[in-house]
């Protein structure tokens, strides 16, 4: 099991960029697949992006692509989502994730097994 903090969140307006940090505490970091989903206001989690265990590769929803990146720094253990070019409907809660070891989980968050607290975005326009 790992523990997972979220911060970073906060309010922009449209065309602004925030960075969304997601510290790890627990097991060797490096061996967990890492995702970040959001929550829309009235709205189910939706899946954003996801990077690989140690430096796999990463998968981005359509929705972000261009505008989001996901990088992670093992040695902070921590994984960061830089969102650029921000807009309204990028408004929710967002919340990192992280599968079991060794093992990369696809877009479905039920393949999640360790879920930070949230942290709000809110992009106005």
């Known amino acids: 099991q790992v523990q997972l903090v979220e911060s970073g969140g906060g309010l922009v307006q449209a065309g602004g960029s925030l960075r969304l940090s997601c510290t790890a505490s627990?097991?060797?970091?490096?061996?967990?697949?890492v995702g970040w989903f959001r929550q829309p206001p009235g709205k189910e989690r939706e899946f954003v992006v996801r990077i690989g265990w140690n430096f796999g590769g990463t998968s981005y929803a359509d929705s972000v692509k261009g505008r989001f990146t996901i990088s992670r720094d093992n040695a902070r253990n921590t994984v960061y989502l830089q969102m650029n070019s921000l807009k309204p409907e990028d408004t929710a809660v967002y919340y990192c994730?992280?599968?079991?070891?060794?093992?990369?989980?696809?877009?479905?968050?039920?393949?999640?097994?360790?879920w930070g607290q949230g942290t709000q975005v809110t992009v106005s326009s």
């Open positions: 994730a992280a599968g079991r070891p060794y093992y990369t989980p696809g877009i479905d968050y039920r393949q999640y097994n360790n």
């Open positions: 627990g097991r060797t970091f490096n061996n967990y697949a």
